[in-house]
């Protein structure tokens, strides 16, 4: 089983136009600057190439500018007739024709290096698919011959009402103590008959 792997190499890239036509600017400026601005043209490699052997030769021959350049300005004869003053524009042609086929080479080099390195395109790791979105679960197929049983929910039980305490009837021993209540109550009645027909009767008299 074979996963994602690299992209295929792409072809090397050109060179840019741009590139070409700096890289000429650069060279001959220290000829015809007669190696006043050779310093310049180490600066430019210094800066493409980031290399601290670049940024060293910069400074080298920024500061043999800046000696022969002095020299030449503490010199009092008007058309620079002194061997100090020889001295230092030599070493200013001479540094002018070192500065450039360096340059073009160091140049050269940098950019052949990076137009040919293939380009790979966005690597995935072996073997690892990219992740998808979970699935929501399916419901299970059903058997070979058997129907689909349609899913029911189960019933919830229903809450039963509260069964509300019934009277008791009355028991059949209860009814002889109702019937002598009641005989006593119609004897109550007939004293108190008899006792008020009593009392009136003397009231009459008088």
């Not at 008791?168 to 004897?187: F, G, N, T």
Request: proline share 16%; hydrophobic share 35%.
């Amino acid at each position: 089983m074979h996963g994602p792997g690299y992209m295929p190499p792409q072809p090397p890239r050109d060179i840019p136009t741009s590139v070409i036509v700096l890289r000429v600017l650069f060279a001959i400026l220290p000829v015809f600057s007669c190696g006043m601005l050779a310093w310049g043209t180490m600066l430019r490699l210094a800066l493409v190439t980031k290399r601290a052997l670049d940024w060293v030769l910069f400074a080298v021959v920024l500061v043999s500018f800046i000696a022969c350049f002095g020299t030449l300005l503490s010199d009092p004869t008007e058309n620079l007739t002194m061997t100090r003053s020889d001295v230092s524009i030599g070493i200013m042609l001479a540094v002018a024709l070192a500065v450039v086929p360096y340059f073009l080479y160091a140049d050269i080099k940098h950019f052949s290096s990076r137009a040919a390195q293939p380009y790979y395109g966005p690597t995935v790791p072996y073997g690892l698919p990219p992740q998808a979105q979970p699935l929501p679960p399916k419901p299970p197929a059903p058997g070979y011959g058997y129907p689909t049983v349609p899913h029911q929910p189960q019933p919830q039980p229903r809450p039963q009402p509260q069964s509300q305490p019934q009277s008791q009837p009355h028991s059949p021993s209860d009814k002889p103590r109702i019937d002598q209540v009641r005989a006593e109550l119609d004897e109550l009645s007939d004293y108190l008959r008899k006792e008020q027909g009593r009392e009136q009767g003397p009231e009459q008299g008088r």
